[in-house]
């Protein structure tokens, strides 16, 4: 779910050449001995600068560019073609790979909507290489500005260069699952307490809403775990002397991991008891209807045979039992009332009545 944001313009950017920079950029700086310098010229001279020293690194942060606005960046900076359509269309699952020199990595940060409990889901493209940073961001989470002041006010990441910059991303991105996931926690609970309240409340609309948020945090944070594990096992060369700080973020993606797992068995434990409770209910229902059912018989039963002795000794007829005797009226309803009496009986025994 991206949403596109209109272009950052930059009162920095100048200069002439081939490759000026797009207003797209939201940000960029060479950054050497641990100090950022500001780029005031195209991006040939920011690279060429970079690459001059040795001991710089370039770092460009992008906004969900276009493909003619990253074909400036590309330009300059050889990217694998493959790697630039995956960042310029997004929709991709977190991921690792390598284009000769360069690694590619895909990250799904997450936005918590908490005026509806949503989660709303992003991504960052990373080209990273020995010299340089480029960042393509898509949709509202997690914007890079925050990990960029953190970087810029600790030497020993700036030191690590382009390895300290994917570490600080993938720290901020985890610390946002972490806090993500205390919030679907309370969330929750607020659900189970309604589904317990005893108020007969329908909630499964709310419990399949917030499983398929759930869902959604699984298919952003599972598929990054084997890309720190890849990391971890030092098979990324760019990465393997920030192996141990890889291996903290690791620590906390499992526990999260162990979260979200223990978050959807949840809602499908609550789902299931909310039906039973549903079920019992209309179960209890349908039981107390049967048994109104059963005693408006009974009674019609019991008005029956009065009306049906009634109804026969009405027939006028000439010539009928009884018909002229003196104690034939009397009689009559002394057996009304034994039969409504023994019939009475027979219902309460058998307990409908």
């Not at 997004?90 to 590619?104: I, N």
């Not at 990441?157 to 300290?164: D, I, K, N, R, T």
């Given at each position: 779910?991206?949403?596109?944001l ?8 100048g200069?002439?050449?081939c490759?000026?920079?797009p ?6 700086a060479?950054?050497c001995?641990?100090v950022?310098e ?18 710089c ?16 960046i ?7 073609p ?10 991709q ?10 690694l590619?990595?895909v990250?799904?940060?997450?936005l918590?909507?908490?005026?509806s ?23 509202q989470?997690?914007?890079?500005s925050?990990?960029?002041r ?19 991303i993938?720290?901020?991105v985890?610390d ?11 969330d ?12 007969h ?15 959604e ?19 990324v060369?760019?990465c393997t002397a920030?192996?141990?700080q ?11 991991d ?26 209890t ?7 109104d ?15 049906m ?9 000439d ?18 009332v034994?039969?409504?009496?023994f019939?009475?009986?027979l ?7």
């Amino acid at each position: 779910m991206f949403e596109r944001l209109p272009h950052r313009p930059q009162e920095d950017e100048g200069g002439g050449g081939c490759a000026r920079m797009p207003d797209v950029i939201v940000d960029k700086a060479i950054y050497c001995d641990s100090v950022r310098e500001t780029i005031n010229g195209d991006i040939s001279d920011a690279v060429t600068a970079a690459r001059a020293r040795g001991d710089c690194f370039l770092w460009i942060g992008l906004h969900e560019p276009t493909q003619e606005e990253f074909d400036l960046i590309t330009s300059e900076v050889k990217l694998h073609p493959l790697a630039v359509e995956d960042a310029i269309h997004a929709h991709q699952r977190p991921k690792l790979e390598r284009y000769d020199d360069t690694l590619f990595v895909v990250l799904k940060p997450l936005l918590y909507v908490e005026e509806s409990s949503d989660i709303e889901v992003g991504e960052i493209n990373l080209f990273l290489g020995h010299d340089f940073v480029i960042s393509v961001r898509h949709g509202q989470a997690n914007p890079l500005s925050g990990v960029r002041r953190r970087i810029e006010s600790d030497p020993d990441l700036l030191a690590a260069g382009p390895a300290g910059v994917l570490y600080a991303i993938c720290d901020e991105v985890v610390d946002a699952y972490s806090r993500i996931s205390h919030e679907v926690s309370g969330d929750l609970i607020a659900l189970e307490h309604r589904v317990f309240s005893g108020e007969h409340a329908d909630v499964t609309a709310d419990i399949y809403s917030l499983k398929r948020e759930v869902l959604e945090f699984r298919t952003a944070q599972d598929p990054l775990i084997p890309v720190l594990e890849e990391i971890v096992k030092g098979r990324v060369e760019l990465c393997t002397a920030n192996r141990e700080q890889f291996r903290d973020v690791l620590d906390h993606l499992l526990r999260v991991d162990a979260q979200v797992d223990e978050h959807n068995e949840l809602l499908t434990s609550a789902l299931s008891a909310h039906l039973a409770l549903v079920g019992r209910e209309q179960n209890t229902v349908a039981m107390q209807q049967n048994a109104d059912m059963r005693k408006i018989s009974s009674w019609a039963a019991l008005i029956a045979v009065p009306t049906m002795i009634a109804g026969i000794y009405g027939m006028n007829f000439d010539y009928m039992p009884e018909l002229n005797w003196l104690l034939g009226y009397p009689l009559s309803l002394a057996v009304m009332v034994v039969a409504v009496l023994f019939v009475h009986r027979l219902l309460r025994k058998s307990g409908w009545l």
